[in-house]
Structures are given as structure tokens and as C-alpha cells.
């Protein structure tokens, strides 16, 4: 029983967390879809960075040293601090600002504490840049991607708020918030469909799509939970109609659904299509923007998830910690495509990745997934 109390109070605070960041970047969202503003910020990386990033980032950071004000927090995170620093983002950050203090201000409502009085922009850099962390094998990490798929974010379809923690290089926490994936699978066709009918977004209400959900798992429980969103004025009551989570128990690969990335910059969906072909995959692939593809396999929506990245591209830990946790304690399996467990203790980056990673609801599917990798890999020109 040790173990199942070890992470009860890390656990709590950081559902509670990405329960209230699940609510920050839906109002950002919302907000988003009715007016153009210049709140969307171009990243280096051509990859859109929005007000949610670093107001996300700010409100989790600011949470969990209040948390933890024993430890001495250290949390790696995406964004840094230099764009906001800059004389010419003065609106933005009075916006993050804003934003991230209408947030706190409804902390009590998820069970965590507010500040005393309002952050000032200080604060808020503050918080944004003391997560800069670099990880590594020793010690406790906090792991945070505050908008995994802007891309999806910007465009109000499936995104996801990321918060992993790893202990002495091993991922022991993760939580996955999923704020336009819906509870129930079927709705999940009917918000897809929505989108792909109209495209200039006016979302239906939350109460006709009884939209998001939060996940979370520990490692080594052999469970997994879902839990629906806050809605209106409720507060938030520890465990939330959870549910458990189980993976799917479709093992031929005929009848398995398989996801991939919506963008083609960092993964090469030829070769993952070729992989699909030669393992007899019939139904057409569940296209996804972000970690929701990790979610989709923890609770049965699909059985297969590949990313191969294209040359170059190297993959961080924040967009996979929380996600492969979550996955594998719902009974599924996450490996490269040698068939090594995912290594998150050598800093930022998953180094010494074997080509790709590979992730499914099964070990059978698994075998035969690693097996297809193969034989493609050889006849491919990655």
C-alpha cells in the first residue's frame, strides 16, 4: 500500500492543476474563435504559441511551488521567457497577466489555494522562467507542455494540457488533460464531424457534447482515470466521477483503428502508412493533433499509435511522459521501434531512440507492429 500513497499528494495537486488549466485555455479558446487578435505569437519553429502557453505554464508553476514550497520544484517545461521579456510584448504579457490571475482567483474551486493579491507581471516571468529546468537521472522533475497541439488549439479542435513527474529518471505521475475530448467515443465523431462542417467554429454549447476530460495514472498501480471537465460554478470533488480506463482488447491488426499526427513537419506518414499496409490495417487512421492520440489508446478509441519523426527531429519528454504513463498502467505498451522502453532520464530530449515510437494496446499487436516496422524499415528509404 506504501507505493499507492507515495504520490497521493503530488497526484492531487496536479489533477486539480490541469483541471484549472483545462478551464484557462477553454475561455482563452472561446475567446480565440470570436475575435482575431494578435495573441497568437510565431514561434522560431513556425509552431503557434498562444496566450494559453505561457499563461498555462505560469498558473502550474505558480501551483506547484505553492504545493511543494518544501521542495525545491524544479520543472521543465516548453516555453521560456525571452519573447514576453521583450519591450514590444508589453500587451501580451498584461494579457497573461490577466489571464492567469482570473484563474487563480477560482483556485478555492478546484481545492488549491489562491495568491494573497493578484500577480504582478514580475511574478508571472517569475513563474514562466523558473521552469528551466534540464531534468536528468537524479532527483524530482516536474514535466509540463502547457499546449501540446497548438496547432489544434488555434483551430478549436484536440489539443492537450501535459503534467508528468519524474523521480530518479522514471516517470511516476502523469495527467493529461483533454479539454475538446469528449467522455464518450461517440461524441467524439460527432465533434469531429462538426468541425469538418463548419469551419468558421462557433462551438456548440458544453452541454450538448458533455465536452473534455482529464486522465491520470501512477505508476505501478495498474490503473488509469478518467474524470468529465468542471462545468459553470461546480466545484471540484475529489475523485470527480472518475472513471477507470481500460485499453483495447482488439488484437488483429485487421480490426485495429490506428492514429497518427495531423502534421506532416515532424513525422513522415508515408513510412507509417507503409507499416499500417503491411500489417493488414483496414480502417482509415484516426488523424489527431497532439498527446489526445495517447489518450485515444488508454481508453480503447484505437489500438495503434506510430510516430516517426523526419530526419533531424529530435523528440522532448513533455510531449510523451505523461501520455506513455498513462498508457502502459492502462494496460497498453509504449516502445521505440526496437522495442525499448522510452527513456526519460537523459534531460529534455528522449536520447538513444531507436527510429521511432511505437505505442499500442497491446503486447500481441505490439510483436507484430515491431515486426512490421522492420520489415518496412528495409525496403523504406527513411
Known amino acids: 500500500m506504501e507505493n499507492e500513497n507515495k504520490y497521493a499528494k503530488e497526484l492531487d495537486v496536479a489533477v486539480r492543476v490541469v483541471h ?45 511551488s505553492e504545493s511543494f514550497r518544501d521542495q525545491n520544484v524544479s520543472i521543465i517545461a516548453e516555453e521560456d521567457v525571452q519573447t514576453l521579456s521583450k519591450a514590444d510584448s508589453a500587451g501580451l504579457l498584461t494579457t497573461v497577466t490577466n489571464t492567469v490571475n482570473q484563474i487563480l482567483a477560482e483556485a478555492s474551486k478546484y481545492g488549491l489555494e489562491s495568491p494573497k493579491k493578484a500577480l504582478g507581471g514580475e511574478q508571472i516571468l517569475e513563474a514562466i522562467g523558473r521552469c528551466n529546468s534540464r531534468g536528468g537521472p537524479v532527483g524530482r522533475h516536474w514535466v509540463l507542455d502547457p499546449v501540446d497541439g497548438t496547432l489544434g488549439f488555434v483551430r478549436g479542435d484536440q489539443y492537450a494540457i501535459a503534467l508528468a513527474l519524474i523521480e530518479e529518471g522514471k516517470v511516476v505521475i502523469g495527467v493529461l488533460g483533454c479539454p475538446n475530448y469528449p467522455m464518450k467515443k461517440e461524441l467524439l465523431n ?37 474524470q468529465p471537465l ?19 482488447s482488439i488484437d488483429d491488426p485487421e480490426l485495429a483503428t490506428f492514429c497518427e499526427p495531423v502534421e506532416k513537419a515532424n513525422s513522415n506518414h508515408s513510412f507509417t502508412a507503409g507499416v499500417a ?67 526519460f532520464s537523459r534531460g529534455v530530449y528522449l536520447e538513444g531512440l531507436d527510429r521511432g515510437i511505437v505505442a499500442c494496446s497491446g503486447a500481441l499487436l505490439h510483436d507484430k507492429l515491431i515486426g512490421a516496422v522492420y520489415a518496412s524499415w528495409d525496403s523504406s528509404n527513411l
Open 230 to 248: 468542471i462545468q459553470g460554478n461546480k466545484k471540484f470533488e475529489w475523485p470527480n466521477s472518475a472513471q477507470f480506463i481500460r485499453v483495447s
Open 20 to 64: 484549472m488549466a483545462c478551464s484557462l485555455c477553454q475561455r482563452v479558446q472561446e475567446g480565440l474563435l470570436t475575435v482575431s487578435t494578435d495573441q497568437v505569437k510565431s514561434k522560431e519553429d513556425d509552431s503557434l504559441v498562444t496566450v494559453a502557453d505561457w499563461s498555462v505554464q505560469a498558473t502550474v508553476s505558480w501551483v506547484l
Open 277 to 343: 499496409n503491411s500489417l493488414g490495417v483496414k480502417k482509415q487512421p484516426l488523424r489527431v493533433h497532439s498527446m489526445v492520440k495517447y489518450a485515444a489508446i488508454a481508453r480503447g478509441d484505437a489500438e495503434i499509435f506510430m510516430k516517426f519523426a523526419s530526419c533531424g527531429y529530435k523528440e522532448k519528454i513533455w510531449d510523451h511522459a505523461a501520455g506513455v504513463v498513462i498508457v502502459e498502467e492502462a494496460g497498453g505498451v509504449v516502445t521505440d521501434a526496437g522495442g525499448r522502453r522510452l527513456d
Open 190 to 226: 460527432h465533434h469531429h464531424q462538426y468541425h469538418q462542417s463548419m469551419p468558421k467554429l462557433s462551438l456548440p454549447t458544453s452541454d450538448t457534447l458533455e465536452k473534455g476530460c482529464v486522465m491520470y495514472a501512477q505508476r505501478g498501480s495498474g490503473e488509469a482515470w478518467m
